[in-house]
């Protein structure tokens, strides 16, 4: 089981007894060549939580939001710290993101998260992001029963330190809840096939198919219509770019087994 599974209960005297775990409508995880982590189930929305300070991998983000598409959740960035001077700067390089329709959300979790609660409400949200990042300050206010353990950042190594050591559900009202995980350092997407990565994609969707080659890989092929779209400003370029660089990874996983 991992956290967010529903369960049947079966009581027994002062205690119960888990009968049977119900089927799941999603579960996201993340493998590498060698091994496979469930992180959640049941979500239906994933909010990446990232900050200005310590700075954050996009590349990390995106690998998060593909893993998320692969399983049909939705996907929400939350820019936390919203009141440091370099916040600016973070939210011009989520542009990339939001260009595409992934909706952003700024604020502060020490001073008032009431801008994230509506985008909160009906769902089961899993949130993710790296470590000193906030998340933990962030369910400590949604929360204030929690008690998260939280941690100064390191401005010389640029980087947070784990406080979260364990996935665990909170519950914000009858028809939600929030999922806190561990901080992540790396996302690999070894459990997702060529087809599945390229559809994770969002704005590859409207052309895949089209390509001149059923097997295209979207490197040098003639005819290959994400490249043409790329070409076009239909495409961020950086996007094929992230694209290729998993499916060279995926390629010399294979390679290795």
């Known amino acids: 089981m991992v956290c967010g599974d529903r369960v049947t209960v079966r009581r027994d005297g002062k205690a ?9 409508t999603s579960l996201l995880y993340r493998s590498d060549a060698f091994k496979t982590k469930a992180i959640a189930a049941n979500v239906t929305q994933l909010a990446v939580v990232v900050a200005a300070r310590p700075s954050f991998s996009l590349e990390l ?3 998060c939001i593909l893993a998320a598409e692969e399983q049909g959740i939705s996907s929400l960035l939350v820019l936390n710290k919203a009141d440091l001077p370099e916040t600016p700067a973070a939210h011009a390089r989520l542009a990339l993101l939001t260009r595409i329709g992934y909706p952003l959300v700024a604020l502060s979790a020490l001073a008032d998260v009431s801008p994230l609660r509506p985008a909160l409400h ?5 949130l993710i992001g790296q470590s000193g990042m906030g998340k933990s300050t962030l369910v400590n206010t949604l929360f204030p029963d929690a008690g998260m353990a939280t941690a100064e950042y390191s401005e ?3 980087s947070g330190r784990h406080t979260t050591t364990h996935t665990r559900l909170h519950r914000l009202d009858a028809e939600s809840a929030v999922i806190d995980s561990p901080g992540l350092q790396e996302f690999a997407l070894q459990h997702l096939d060529a087809g599945a990565l390229a559809h994770a994609f969002v ?3 409207p052309y895949l198919g089209q390509c001149r080659f059923r097997d295209c890989r979207h490197e040098s092929e003639p005819g290959c219509r994400i490249r043409e779209a790329v070409q076009a400003g239909e495409i961020d370029s950086s996007r094929l770019q992230l694209f290729q660089a998993l499916r060279r990874l995926q390629q010399a996983a294979a390679q290795r087994l």
């Open 203 to 205: 704005e590859f969707r």
């Open 156 to 158: 010389a190594l640029d």
């Open 16 to 24: 119960g007894v888990i009968e049977a775990v119900l089927p799941r």
């Open 122 to 126: 009906g769902h089961t949200t899993l």
């Open 61 to 63: 983000v995106q690998r």
